[in-house]
């Protein structure tokens, strides 16, 4: 079974979203571009966490951003510690989140497939 099928895991999931999302707005490094955090993943142990995001802006930013994103991690774990009472506080690891630029080049594709239709 998933995490999300157990109504505590579900809760520490939401609960660790909210915190890095809140978090990752007050971080004051200059690599960070406009990160949003989308989605969280727990292990079923609760003791690896996968945290997706997004960045607005172009493919440097987007690298500085996970850059920045890997050095605030142990920041960001330590503030989980202190604001989510946990036995085992989890691994944190930063992904991109694909969805937005699967989301574009389905798209793209579509506008095609009207583009060749028109007479």
């Known amino acids: 079974m998933s995490p999300a099928n157990y ?3 579900e809760r520490v999931r939401k609960a660790i979203k909210e915190v890095l999302a809140s978090e990752v707005e007050r971080l004051k ?3 960070l571009g406009f990160v949003t955090i989308t989605e969280v993943t727990l292990s079923p142990d609760l003791r690896q966490a996968t945290a997706y995001y997004t960045v607005l802006g172009e493919e440097v930013e987007r690298a500085s951003s ?3 994103l890997a050095r605030a991690s ?3 774990r330590s503030t989980v510690a202190k604001e989510i009472r946990l036995r085992y506080v989890p691994q944190i690891e ?3 989140d694909p ?3 699967q989301s574009a080049r389905i798209d793209q594709l579509l506008a095609e497939l009207h583009r060749k239709e028109e007479p």
């Open 29 to 31: 490094d200059p690599g």
């Open 99 to 101: 969805v937005p630029e």
């Open 7 to 9: 109504p505590r895991a």
């Open 94 to 96: 930063f992904k991109q």
């Open 66 to 68: 996970k850059d920045a």
């Open 74 to 76: 142990k920041h960001l």
